[in-house]
């Protein structure tokens, strides 16, 4: 018996930032993404978290079909990518983020879940797993809405 197909898919990508160095000025570049992703987003109906690690960038991208292939595209244009490699991209049953656009970075609040995905050497050899950011990208939700006081969620 087939599996019934399903138009829901996602995309998990990575991607090298050309960001400036200056941590300010790097910061604002951070911001801009995030304010423009969110309202493309939000018109294509499009769920998504974005890890930023050193000069590295992940996402995990879902949604409709055809606009899951022209987020990704807008992203692969972006000039403040390069080398953009998808890691997977597959049909999904139901989406797992909440949010349009949702980021993070490593801190000292979250240092122990980017330190167990290990992520920073796979990216530097242009080698990682699409479990490994997917998982991280899902604890970093999940830890942000448990530090919201949410202890779970229907999606």
């Not at 992940?58 to 403040?80: K, M, P, W, Y």
Request: proline share 3%.
């Amino acid at each position: 018996m087939r599996a019934k197909r399903t138009s829901l898919v996602h995309i998990i990508y990575f991607s090298r930032l050309n960001l400036s160095s200056d941590p300010a000025k790097r910061s604002e570049q951070i911001g801009e993404i995030g304010r423009t992703a969110q309202k493309k987003n939000e018109f294509a109906v499009i769920t998504s978290f974005l890890v930023i690690e050193g000069n590295f960038a992940c996402q995990v991208i879902e949604g409709e079909r055809s606009s899951v292939h022209e987020t990704f595209d807008r992203v692969s244009a972006d000039s403040r990518h390069r080398d953009v490699q998808i890691s997977e991209w597959r049909e999904i049953t139901k989406r797992e983020f909440v949010h349009s656009f949702k980021s993070a970075q490593r801190t000292p609040n979250n240092d122990t879940l980017f330190a167990k995905a290990n992520l920073l050497p796979m990216l530097q050899r242009g080698t990682p797993k699409a479990s490994a950011i997917h998982g991280l990208c899902l604890a970093l939700q999940s830890d942000t809405m448990s530090r919201q006081g949410i202890d779970h969620l229907f999606v």
